[in-house]
């Protein structure tokens, strides 16, 4: 089960750290993603970190804006997310892959991943 927490309402400009922590099954040898989704949108994703190496990849659009550090000993995985802006409004999800593999990591798609969050909601707003 994962848990997702640390969504807020913040300003523009704002950052924000979101956190997703594992219990009952271990995030170490997964590669772990994050996903947001928009009412009425398909959900698309956001960031991914390998389990082996712990590469890390990000949708082109927030490249630079976003990072995602994992600790495995604490069970955790992490969205760092800079310079918020009102598009980033979303429910924000982790995931953690269905297999023991991470090529596919750098697609951050939906499908590669069984495990999910119940999402955390974040608004960006003056």
């Known amino acids: 089960q994962l848990v997702e927490s640390g969504g807020a309402l913040v300003q523009p400009g704002s950052s924000l750290i979101l956190s997703c922590t594992a219990s009952?099954?271990?995030?170490?040898?997964?590669?772990i993603a994050w996903f947001r989704q928009a009412p009425g949108k398909e959900r698309e994703g956001v960031s991914c970190?390998?389990?082996?190496?712990?590469?890390?990849h990000y949708r082109n659009s927030l490249k630079g804006r976003f990072t995602i550090p994992r600790d495995d000993a604490k069970e955790t995985a992490y969205l760092q997310m800079d310079t918020l802006r009102p598009e980033d409004k979303d429910v924000y999800y982790c995931?953690?892959?269905?297999?023991?593999?991470?090529?596919?990591?750098?697609?951050?798609?939906?499908?590669?991943?069984?495990?999910w969050g119940q999402g955390t909601q974040i608004t960006v707003s003056a």
């Open positions: 970190i390998s389990s082996s190496d712990h590469n890390d």
């Open positions: 995931a953690t892959a269905r297999d023991q593999v991470d090529f596919f990591c750098s697609l951050i798609r939906p499908y590669d991943f069984a495990s």
């Open positions: 009952g099954r271990s995030l170490v040898h997964y590669a």
